[in-house]
């Protein structure tokens, strides 16, 4: 069995930016009472439940919203809805999605100039109703063909789309309409993201032998989705949790497609990914699967970043101008193999959301994992011990202090006035540790060790391994950004949006590169340096691939994200042994 996933599947636009509204709101020290979502904010359950543990509630006709945050979804509410709300004083969060704020200032702009307008949509949706509170009274919905013929006359209509209709169903609806009514305005509202998500609904079933659609049960754009695959002529499976999959309902297909409505969170389309991979069976689908748990063990034991680490080890001695020495490489793995092993238990619950391959793999191993931790530090500090007192503090120092970076360091008697009681609390502090951590252990030991005193080119080796560390950590919270905001973690994408870092990220590429291009020309290190500047453009080639979508979240994702450790050792070594260059 093939699978192929949609590349519109998941979250669209509003329902992220309606998220990290709600989200923020709740993690807001400013904020007093309860945050409320005016109705359920996506049709999702699963998300709901997320949500209701944040201790986020639905507002009911009943709540208390006083002293309250009150977050409008991306669905919009009437104007009177929003009077009402003003009215009980509460703190208003606007998560109307842009798309649906055009629809209301064209039906207003109309209905001021006496239009009556006609929406083609489904009745009783929230959007729709949330929109007809801009007709001035004079509004009508068409779910169907038939709809129209039972509308009243009308002198001058504006004809709108729901956001998530079908943009063909809105197309021989306004056709009718426009045969019925002398004076009509259409504006094909239609969302750009929806548009897209059924183009590739479309042009992916001719593909595939039946399609899987995963979403709530109550969102109507899922809905949508699984109607069109079906007039497609597919065999087509509305899920909205993976416990629903079996491998009978699929034992008759070889090429699955798999898309979800715009309010699945990314964790349920990849667990249903998994468990159809995991179906998979014949010669070659064994092989498939076969290779995928190497894989899947390589990447997800955290072996392959180790060798990554290793590697970079290698790269930053050349750059120092040191002979690499192998102790130096399997210092550097170690302490990153026990860093991140005993890290991720530490980090359940966040994992779970945002990384559940790598969660169920640890789960079923947890004693095997946690013993090959403890293993891996104690022969990490026996290896540096071997190479001297000094480095061995260091290591010892470094991950004592990667322990205590969770540690509540002031005691909760204290006043509120500290609000920062653990290191961990403070935003950004988990990847700036990370990246001095690894430049510690890849580039400072092997200083230390060699006894050299070019502190010129450890300072090019330490900001090398900073600035690519640090701009790995940074890319992996971007795509986790929403699991780590319902789990409560700090992180950069958070404290400051995903728009800011990326042009922070951009910036230390740019900056990385000109330092790693001058300073061998400047003679703080040797030319090796010039070639990291191989390891920046491939930084920046995967981080636009993720961005546009063509490279996935999960195992291949991480897979190139940490080959540019192992580019930095390649680089190095055909720097030096291949292509050796005179500078
Ligand atoms: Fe906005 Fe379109 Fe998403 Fe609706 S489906 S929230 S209109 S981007």
């Known amino acids: 069995m093939r699978v192929i996933v949609a590349k519109t599947a998941g979250f669209c636009m509003g329902v992220k930016k309606a998220m990290d509204i709600v989200l923020d709101a709740a993690s807001d020290k400013d904020t007093n009472g309860t945050v409320y979502t005016d109705g359920p904010l ?3 359950p699963q998300v709901l439940d997320l949500l209701r543990q944040k201790g986020i509630g639905v507002a009911q ?15 919009g509410i009437t104007p009177a809805r929003r009077q009402q709300l003003e009215q009980q004083r509460v703190k208003i969060c606007d998560a109307t999605c842009p798309h649906v704020k055009r629809v209301q200032r064209i039906i207003s702009k109309y209905a001021k100039q006496g239009y009556s307008t006609l929406i083609v949509g489904d009745k009783g949706h929230a959007e729709v109703i949330g929109l007809l509170g801009y007709a001035e009274g004079r509004g009508y919905v068409a779910e169907t063909l038939d709809d129209v013929d039972k509308l009243p006359p009308l002198q001058k209509v504006c004809i709108v789309a729901q956001t998530t209709q ?6 021989k609806i ?10 009509c305005e259409v504006f094909g509202t239609v969302c750009s993201s929806t548009s897209e998500r059924q183009a590739e609904v479309i042009s992916l079933s001719k593909s595939v032998d039946a399609m899987i659609v995963v979403g709530g049960r109550g969102s109507a754009n899922t809905n949508r989705l699984v109607k069109i695959s079906e007039a497609e002529g597919k065999p087509t499976f509305h899920i909205e949790t993976v416990e629903e999959l079996n491998p009978k309902m699929l034992r008759d297909f070889d090429v699955i497609g798999v898309t979800a409505g715009a309010s699945t969170p990314h964790w349920l389309i990849t667990r249903v990914v998994e468990k159809l991979e995991s179906y998979q069976s014949g010669r070659f689908g064994k092989l498939q699967k076969s290779l995928k748990y190497i894989a899947m063990y390589f990447v997800g034991s955290n072996a392959y970043a180790s060798i990554g680490a290793a590697c970079l080890t290698y790269a930053n001695c050349l750059i120092m101008g040191i002979k690499p020495e192998v102790i130096y490489s399997a210092i550097a793995a170690l302490s990153l193999f026990s860093a991140l092993a005993l890290d991720h238990f530490a980090n359940k619950e966040a994992n779970t959301l945002n990384e559940p391959f790598r969660a169920s793999f640890y789960q079923k191993r947890s004693s095997l994992i946690i013993g090959l931790g403890i293993f891996g530090a104690a022969l990490s500090l026996t290896l540096s011990f071997l190479v001297s007192p000094y480095v061995f503090l260091l290591v010892f120092f470094t991950s004592l202090s990667g322990m ?22 403070i935003q950004g502090s988990k990847e700036l540790f ?5 430049a510690v252990y890849t580039a400072l030991i092997p200083f230390l060790g060699s006894g050299s005193r070019y502190f010129s080119s450890l300072s090019v080796a330490f900001f090398f391994t900073f600035c690519i560390v640090f701009i790995r950590a940074v890319l992996f919270d971007i795509r986790n950004v929403q699991g780590d905001m319902l789990v ?7 404290a400051i949006g995903k728009e800011k870092t990326k042009i922070i990220l951009g910036s230390m590429a740019v900056i990385l590169a000109i330092f790693l291009a001058i300073t061998p020309r400047i003679g703080w290190t040797s030319y090796i340096g010039f070639y990291m500047v191989s390891c920046v453009i491939y930084a920046c080639c995967y981080s636009y691939l993720y961005h546009k979508r063509i490279l996935g979240d999960g195992l291949l994702y991480e897979f190139a ?17 291949l292509f050796v260059v005179q500078w």
């Open 404 to 425: 205590a970076y969770r540690l509540e360091i002031i005691p909760k008697k204290l006043p509120n006035i500290i609000y920062y009681r653990s290191l961990k609390q």
């Open 166 to 171: 079908d943009r063909r169903m809105f197309e």
């Open 488 to 494: 409560g973690k700090e992180t950069i994408p958070i």
């Open 434 to 438: 990370f990246s001095v951590a690894l």
């Open 561 to 577: 994200v940490d080959f540019n450790f192992i580019l930095a050792g390649i680089a190095a070594f055909v720097g030096e042994n």
């Open 174 to 183: 306004t056709e009718k309409l426009k045969d019925r009514y002398d004076s």
């Open 61 to 75: 006709d009943s709540s208390d919203l006083s002293r309250s945050t009150v977050v409008i979804r991306a669905h």
């Open 42 to 44: 996506i049709h999702n």
